[in-house]
């Protein structure tokens, strides 16, 4: 697969952003959806991540409640949404695929293809 991350930009602390994840390639039902972020001096970490069939997400603890995973396989799309944002949540983000013999699994960092990233920030 090749992925696109895009909608990114600067928000006011408690805004809201919605990041847009496009999909080309063939297959993407047999793949789970993992979103990333890379803050400046830190490791990249998973945020969200969503199954094959969308039926089952998982979320890290620092943005639970507040980030919203989705996907629109129809148009080839997986979406973040962030609501409540932070300065902490300042980083680049990065969609990515895995593909899995079984569907309801999506936690894995190993991830198959990437997509370049979109810069979110937040300003202080």
């Known amino acids: 697969l090749r992925l696109g991350a895009s909608g990114g930009g600067s928000v006011q602390p408690g805004g809201s952003l919605r990041l847009s994840c496009a999909v080309s390639?063939?297959?993407?039902?047999?793949?789970?959806m993992k979103w990333f972020r890379q803050a400046p001096g830190k490791e990249r970490e998973g945020v969200a991540c969503i199954s094959r069939s969308g039926g089952s997400s998982e979320y890290a603890d620092s943005v639970k409640g507040r980030f919203t995973i989705s996907r629109d396989d129809a148009k080839n799309r997986v979406y973040l949404q962030m609501e409540s944002l932070r300065p902490e949540d300042t980083a680049t983000y990065y969609c990515?695929?895995?593909?899995?013999?079984?569907?309801?699994?999506?936690?894995?960092?190993?991830?198959?293809?990437w997509g370049g990233g979109t810069q979110v920030t937040e300003a202080s």
């Open positions: 390639g063939t297959g993407l039902n047999y793949y789970a």
């Open positions: 990515a695929a895995r593909k899995y013999d079984n569907d309801g699994d999506c936690g894995r960092n190993l991830m198959d293809d």
